[in-house]
């Protein structure tokens, strides 16, 4: 069955640091990955989604993340982070897009001034 | 376009008690998926319609949650009766017939509290 793990259930950067979270995969087939964020009395809010047309994957609010199927990762990364970045955000994978979603148990992003 | 919407936002019920969440799709969504998650756990799946049928109910906790889609468009979801470890948040999900998860929108949930 899929998996998916995120190392870290919280993460604390300073504004203007580089952001990463790490989400690990379980699969013997690549499958459709998303990252998500969710923001305080808020719903869930695509951030990203691979789907093997690229392994380097843009999103919104300049995150982005990296598809590496020898690692089985697929990392969320941005270069510089904002004080509005501050929320939880999920990492999910999917076998074929079509299916239900198996989520990771979440990282909370913390930006200090 | 208006988005997922559920409600009641926030419930608080005693156990024993019944609860029914809302959620209506976006306009036009076959696809209806229900999510939970409880506090500090991971999100997980409950079930999936496709219009009003039961495409994937393999998440559904036990016989005491009931979820039903009458007509095809807004769905409930009814818990009877509550227990403590269904407090949670429950999230809800649309997306079109051919899109699945890679088209989904989510509602903004609705935070179950059983005292």
């Known amino acids: 069955a899929q998996s998916v793990t995120q190392l870290g259930s919280h993460v604390s950067v300073s504004e203007g640091a580089l952001v990463l979270l790490r989400c690990n995969y379980s699969s013997s087939v690549p499958p459709y990955l998303f990252w998500y964020v969710q923001y305080p009395n808020q719903g869930l809010q695509l951030l990203l989604k691979?789907?093997?047309?690229?392994?380097l994957v843009k999103g919104i609010n300049g995150f982005e993340a990296e598809f590496k199927k020898s690692e089985t990762s697929f990392h969320l990364t941005k270069p510089s982070a904002h004080m509005s970045d501050a929320a939880e955000y999920f990492c999910?994978?999917?076998?074929?897009?079509?299916?239900?979603?198996?989520f990771g148990t979440g990282t909370r992003l913390l930006v200090s001034p | 376009e208006a988005g997922v919407t559920q409600f009641p936002s926030h419930s608080v019920i005693e156990k024993g008690q019944t609860v029914t969440l809302r959620c209506d799709p976006i306009?036009?969504?076959?696809?209806l998926y229900w999510y939970r998650r409880v506090m500090g756990k991971e999100i997980k799946f409950l079930l999936h319609f496709v219009k009003e049928s039961k495409q994937d109910e393999s998440g559904m906790p036990n016989n005491r949650f009931l979820a039903e889609r009458t007509g095809g468009t807004y769905s409930t979801l009814k818990v009877q009766p509550a227990e403590l470890e269904d407090s949670g948040v429950y999230f809800c999900?649309?997306?079109?017939?051919?899109?699945?998860?890679?088209?989904?929108?989510f509602g903004s949930g609705t935070r179950l509290t059983i005292v």
């Open positions: 306009s036009g969504h076959d696809n």
């Open positions: 999910a994978a999917s076998n074929t897009g079509f299916q239900k979603l198996v």
């Open positions: 691979y789907t093997s047309a690229a392994t």
């Open positions: 999900a649309s997306s079109q017939a051919d899109r699945g998860p890679y088209g989904y929108t």
